[in-house]
């Protein structure tokens, strides 16, 4: 059975590896090692399918140590990869739960799970930065409209 941590014992020092080598070795999801070939393990890159050296692999993994869990506020939890995911596309979808906070949806864009998690209505912002939120049943910050503007002051600039 596969542990959720790689198993970097596995992985033979003066050996190249495909990706889908590199992860069935170390028994890990085809996109985790992806994810580390954005997050700087280097590769052969003058081959198709590029190739891993092993020894890059091995060093790559002692340096990142134990993998992270916390999702960023773009990521879910995906209780299937068991593991935080982005959301498929950059798309997430919230919807309202009061007026202050709500629930993210989204679709792991590894195994297409759809993952949810509860969010602050003032994170939006910064969300929105970072991915694609659409709002099926209305943006929660267009209905502040519940003091109409104060126009004393404005007033008193016309009199003057
Ligand atoms: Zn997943």
């Known amino acids: 059975m596969a542990g959720r941590r790689p198993n970097r014992r ?3 020092q003066h050996y190249s590896y495909t990706t889908e080598e590199a992860a069935n070795v ?3 999801a085809k996109g ?7 997050a700087g393990l280097p590769y052969l890159a003058d081959q198709r399918p590029f190739l891993i050296l092993g020894g890059d692999l091995r060093a790559f993994l002692d340096k990142r140590g134990k993998p992270k869990q ?4 773009a990521e879910f939890f995906c209780f299937r990869c068991r593991e935080p995911k982005a959301a498929a ?4 979808d919230y919807i309202p739960q009061t007026a202050l906070s709500g629930q993210l949806s989204a679709i792991c864009e590894e195994c297409e799970t759809i ?3 509860n969010v602050s209505a003032s994170k939006l912002a910064l969300l929105e930065r970072q991915a694609a939120v659409s709002f099926p049943q209305g943006d929660p910050r267009l209905n502040e409209m519940g003091n109409p503007r104060c126009n004393d002051h404005f007033e008193k600039e016309l009199k003057a």
């Open 10 to 12: 596995a992985i033979k």
């Open 26 to 28: 170390l028994g890990v």
């Open 32 to 38: 985790s090692v992806r994810r580390w070939l954005k």
């Open 70 to 73: 916390r999702c960023g506020l």
């Open 89 to 92: 596309g950059g798309l997430i």
């Open 115 to 117: 993952m949810h998690k």
